[in-house]
């Protein structure tokens, strides 16, 4: 199951605001870079007629050739990823205005689920995403 749209990140000028302006937490699998959330980079993607779509918490799932060469196994990857937060993004923690880019890490742990899901969960408990 994929993430809602209000919930995605997109458009070059988003990944550069973040890039330039984000806090990073480093984990062994993975990097978290979190920004706080800029209305006016969504005029242009038409997103400000959405209530308090700048205000929602947005998230961009960045997985390198490296990690995996085979785009199955970098979309099962994320589709691990969407899930778990899905699941575990409630009403009240979607009120923060922060975006996320999670980027993985080369490594051959792309088979080990647990272990994936155990440091993006760490994560996000260590950035005050998830309370």
């Known amino acids: 199951m994929a993430l809602p749209k209000s ?3 997109k458009g070059h000028r988003t990944f550069n605001y973040i890039h330039k ?3 990073n937490y480093y984990g062994k699998l993975m990097t978290f870079k979190i920004a706080r959330s800029n209305k006016q980079i969504l005029i242009s993607h038409r997103l400000t007629n959405i209530p308090n ?5 947005k998230v961009a799932i960045a997985i390198s050739k490296k ?3 085979k785009a199955v196994e970098r979309n099962k ?5 969407h ?3 899905l699941k575990n993004i409630h009403p009240k923690n979607n009120h923060k205005p922060y975006w996320l880019i999670v980027n993985l890490k ?3 742990f792309y088979n080990d689920k647990g272990k994936l899901l155990e440091e993006f969960q760490y994560l ?3 950035s005050g995403l998830i309370k």
Do not use: A, H, Q, T
């Open 7 to 9: 919930m995605r990140l």
């Open 106 to 108: 080369i490594g051959d």
């Open 124 to 126: 996000m408990f260590k």
């Open 83 to 85: 899930e778990y937060l």
């Open 21 to 23: 302006n984000s806090v």
């Open 77 to 81: 990857i994320r589709r691990i990823l």
């Open 53 to 57: 779509s700048s205000n929602n918490f």
């Open 67 to 69: 990690v995996s060469k």
